[in-house]
Structures are given as C-alpha cells and as structure tokens.
C-alpha cells in the first residue's frame, strides 16, 4: 500500500523493495490475488478539505491529480487489481470493498509504507469490517524505527498475526495488499 515511487524515495531502505518483491512472489505462486492500493486525486485535487492535516496543502493545487505511479520494483502485473484511495486507509474513498466483497476476500496480508500512516489505518478498518489480517513486519516501513517496532509488536498483534516476509506462508484465502 502506497508503494509509489514518490512515497519510496522519502523512505530510504535498500533491503525494503527486495523483501516486498519476494512476499508479491510468493503470493503470486501460490495464486493469491495482488492488490496495489495508491493515494491519487482528481486534477486539482477536489476530493481534497483544506482541514485535512495531511492532504490539505494539496487543496486546489494542479499538482493534485499529478501521476505518482506504483513502484517498478513491485509493478503491477497482468491480473493484479489496483485501487486508488482518497485518504489515508486503503479503504476510505476507494472501492476496495467491493472488489474484496467480489472476490469472496476475506483474509489480507498487509504491507506498505507508512507502518503508522496507511497500513494502520487500513488494519484497523479491516478488522472493523470482521476480515481476517496478518501483516509482514519487514514488508511495511516508517520514518520512526521506534513506532514502527511498537506498532508491529505492540498493537497491531492484537488484531492481526504478525510474520515476516520470510516466515509468511501463504493461505489461499487471502489477498496481499502491497
């Protein structure tokens, strides 16, 4: 989740592309469905409240809608379905839901950057809506070693399992959200 090429280049991590491409992999081997989810607006942005903390100073600029394409480490394949969401959760503003609803998905292997931003929103939601999670540790980065560490091993524990890319055995109930 917003693995794009203009969120990756504000987190500097050599390794992190790497272990995302081999859980996309696995994945796709084992015949779970990819969905990249990315943040995207309208030109001008008019999806955009000038109240939003973290949007909000995109409001009305021409850069809104500006393409800000998925990562080619992890490009999207023939087959894997691409959402674009409006805020922060995978789910807010988007259709993930009924593409999930659709597939009969109701099990998602989270990854993404940030580990505090998209991926916890987007947890929390999807346990709301009574989905089953778990969530690759090392595939899911943020610009704070230390909430990151405590997301993962503190919080999310609580709603979702918790693995590592090279544990991760995949189930062919779920579906990765990259």
Known sequence: MDVQEAVVARYPDPGYLPRLAGAIKKARTAGIPVIHIAVGFRPGGPEISTRNRMFGRLAGSPHAGGPNPIHPEIAPADGDVIVTKRRVSAFTGSDLDLVLRAQNIDHLVL??????????STLREAADRDFELTVLADA?????PEVHRVL???????????????EWQPETVAAVAA
Do not use: H, R, Y
């Open 152 to 166: 993962v091993e503190k919080v999310f524990p609580m709603q979702a399992a918790v693995t590592t890319v090279s």
């Open 111 to 120: 990854t993404g950057i940030a580990t505090s931003g998209v991926v916890l």
């Open 140 to 144: 899911c980065l943020d610009n704070d």
